[in-house]
């Protein structure tokens, strides 16, 4: 029982870490496409853009560069900030097309703030009739409001002309036209003195895209920081458990071994070892596990999500054949290949 309790937690501190992980990459992807919209680039100011944790939305940092859009191009202007709305923030942005008495509320902020169609919510001091769209975070204004809440602040969405939806240099092609420049990477910062620079949703090598290339940004930021170190460092005591749990057991059953090897049965002391082993670690992953989905539901519901706890035990699950192997079928394997007069005997 202490063995398998041992093993549970150094499970648990991973699969905690790796939930959140999981979910920061879902969260990642999911924002940067309902931000992108389809578009194939992503124009960005130079102060940035950062992903608000109180919004749960990516919001711009500085002004939208000014660009003139060449012929077959279309470009949208988004302004994008926060502001209060019954006491949360919220990410607010423009749209040319919507009503000046309208707003419209991603089916997700739309429950975080507990309204739906047809209610009405105060912006900027304005009551406005609320449409739910999308699933998103964000709350969508017509731009004059938007302005008046968060000033010239946003980005511009890149719409390639018709047939080169596809290309893999739109980046440098459009970047060339407005004199800024690209990246397809989205670790990139854009320099802080300089205009702003071009995101190329579409280029880029590799199999990944650019959702999955910001998720694993996202992902990547968890596993980096300190609790990703303190899960790194409960899995190697977990290992350091389970190695010295099972090398007692097969000390403490030297005797037994070496009857049932005497009389030919060694195979089946090792099958039965192993079996023994495979109780222990399923027992420890599912407490483990089951443990860690609890802990982040209760502590972290906002961020946690059952995908994500799938995701992050299907990776935990990959440790252990390597734990069972290294903390089970060698110990007993080497004592196997001993004399069978030597285990009988006093040591």
Known sequence: MLSVLGIALAIAAVTVVRTVSASFAITGADSVSDVL???????????????DSDAEALVADGVSPEIAVPPGWTALRVLSGLTQVDGHSVSIRSGDEIPSGEAILGSAVAERLGVQAGDHVDVGGQSLLVRVEGTGQSIRVATSLAQSIVGDNG???VFAPPGDEKRRDLAQIFGAAVGL???????????????????????????LGFEQKFSALFSGQVTSSTLGL???????????????????????????????????????????????SVMVFLAAYLLGVLGAGVAVALVIPSIATPT????????????????????ALIPVHRLLQERPVSLLGDR
């Open 37 to 51: 919209g389809g578009a194939q680039l992503w124009v960005v100011p130079a102060a940035g853009v950062h992903y």
């Open 155 to 157: 980005w511009w969405t």
């Open 181 to 207: 420049g690209s990246t397809a990477d989205p670790s990139v910062a854009p320099d802080p003195n300089g205009p702003g620079l071009i995101y190329d949703t579409v280029g880029g090598n590799g199999p």
């Open 230 to 276: 303190i899960s790194t460092i409960g899995l190697g005591l977990g290992f350091v458990i389970a190695v010295s749990s099972f090398l007692a057991a097969v000390h403490e059953r030297r005797r037994e071994f070496g009857i049932m090897s005497s009389i030919g049965l060694a195979d089946e002391v090792l099958y039965f070892f192993l079996v023994e």
């Open 308 to 327: 994500a706890w799938l995701q992050a035990a299907g990776m935990v699950a990959v440790f252990l054949p390597a734990m069972a192997i290294v903390c």
